[in-house]
C-alpha cells in the first residue's frame, strides 16, 4: 500500500502560480506511479498530469504550456508547478497512484488516492 499526501494548495488571482505537492509513504512507496487529478464542483474527476512508461510527461490539453509536472525520486515527491493560472483552474487537486498504468491520465487506473488539496483562482 502507499499513502499520498499532497499539499501546497491555496488561493491566487487569474495569471498567478501555485506548486503543490504530493508525498508518497509506506514500504513500496517508490514503486508506485503518481499522477495529478483535478475535480471541480460538479464535475467529473480529470487526469491532469502524469509521467508515462518512457517518463515523458503526458499533460491534459486545457493545461498544456501552463503546468509542468516534476518528481524529486529521493524523496517520493510528485510536484505540479501551475502558471497562469485561470479561473477554469479552481477545483480540489488530488494525487493518485498505481503500480501498473497503461494509461496515465485515467482516473481508472489508479487504485491510491490522497485526500486533495484546494485551488482556488480568482478573476
Known amino acids: 500500500q502507499v499513502q499520498l499526501v499532497e499539499s501546497g494548495g491555496g488561493s491566487v488571482q487569474a495569471g498567478g502560480s501555485l506548486r503543490v505537492s504530493c508525498t508518497a509513504s509506506g514500504s513500496s512507496a517508490s514503486w508506485y506511479r503518481l499522477a495529478w487529478f483535478r475535480q471541480a464542483q460538479g464535475k467529473d474527476r480529470e487526469g491532469v498530469a502524469a509521467f508515462d512508461v518512457d517518463g515523458r510527461p503526458q499533460y491534459t490539453n486545457s493545461v498544456k504550456g501552463r503546468f509542468t509536472i516534476s518528481k524529486d525520486n529521493a524523496k517520493n515527491t510528485l510536484y505540479l508547478q501551475m502558471d497562469s493560472l485561470k479561473p477554469e483552474d479552481t477545483a480540489m487537486y488530488y494525487c493518485?497512484?498505481?503500480?501498473?498504468?497503461?494509461?496515465?491520465?485515467?482516473?481508472?487506473?489508479?487504485?491510491?488516492w490522497g485526500q486533495g488539496t484546494q485551488v482556488t483562482v480568482s478573476s
Open positions: 493518485a497512484g498505481a503500480l501498473r498504468v497503461s494509461v496515465p491520465l485515467s482516473r481508472s487506473e489508479y487504485d491510491y
